[in-house]
């Protein structure tokens, strides 16, 4: 893991936005995994910008979303279909039907987990996942003990997990109990992963992730057993990390990070 200490939120979402807008200048064909939750705001405001700005261009690419609530249609003020079309998709020119995420409305759960799977692997697999973490260390909807080996499944939210999301819905009891979302497998075949936490809130959560043991009570620590992870977090959600001074140190000595700067 690289482990990227930024200042604010701000810098982190720009850190993170220039390494996706790398890859899809490299290859405009990229396959973009991406994510909801507030961490990721910075990231799409930033590729926003970059597009109206820079004219960075999605026209070839791809993507997929993480997760998605059962029962709530595309359409629904909370659901994840509506927050990326208003935080990214409305502002930047992906084509038309290159923008998956799993459907909430799905009447054969199973059949769409498995269509879904299909998908991803169908345009090339994942080059790039973006990650948030909840503060009991789940990945997508991947709450603990959550095989390991998982692929795109239906899912129950933990209390905890439904409390930190009330927040986007008009009452907490209107948080659905089910979601579907990719699997921790399928996270795992990602090429490579970027993974953003800000605030004290997440500082538990990311170094369990980061220095403890890898177990799927803390579902974010398998990144452990992935070759290319980038962890970009602010000082408070690095606030309980042990070694972060040596963290810093590597980071301040690789040069090819300061090109994101
Ligand atoms: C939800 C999402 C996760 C996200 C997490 C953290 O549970 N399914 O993908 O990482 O929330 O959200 P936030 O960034 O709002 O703290």
Not at 160 to 173: I, M, V
Not at 232 to 237: H, L, T
Request: glycine fraction near 8%.
């Amino acid at each position: 893991m690289e482990i990227i200490i930024t200042p604010n939120p701000e810098t982190a979402g720009r850190l993170a936005a220039g390494y996706l807008a790398s890859l899809v200048k490299r290859n405009s064909r990229a396959v973009l995994g991406l994510a909801t939750g507030s961490t990721p705001l910075p990231v799409y405001r930033e590729l926003v910008r970059l597009h109206k700005e820079d004219g960075l261009d999605f026209s070839q690419a791809t993507s997929f979303n993480l997760d998605e609530y059962v029962g709530l249609a595309a359409d629904h003020p909370a659901s994840y279909h509506a927050f990326m079309q208003e935080n990214l998709f409305s502002q930047v020119n992906f084509q038309p039907g290159h923008n998956h995420l799993p459907d909430g409305q799905a009447t054969d759960i199973p059949a769409h987990c498995e269509a879904y799977e299909d998908a991803i692997r169908q345009a090339g697999g994942i080059d790039v996942q973006i990650l948030g973490i909840g503060t009991d260390g789940h990945i997508g909807f991947n709450e603990p003990i959550s095989s390991l080996a998982s692929r795109t499944r239906i899912k129950t939210l933990t209390a905890q997990t439904r409390q930190d999301n009330a927040r986007f819905f008009s009452s907490p009891e209107d948080v659905p109990q089910h979601v579907i979302t990719m699997g921790i497998g399928t996270i795992m075949d990602a090429r490579s992963i970027v993974l953003l936490a800000s605030g004290e809130g997440k500082a538990e959560a990311i170094a369990a992730m980061v220095e403890g043991p890898v177990t799927a009570n803390v579902p974010a620590s398998v990144l452990q057993m992935h070759p290319v992870v980038k962890v970009i977090i602010d000082e408070a959600a690095a606030g309980q990390l042990r070694r972060r001074e040596y963290y810093r140190h590597v980071f301040e000595h690789k040069p090819e990070w300061q090109r994101w700067a």
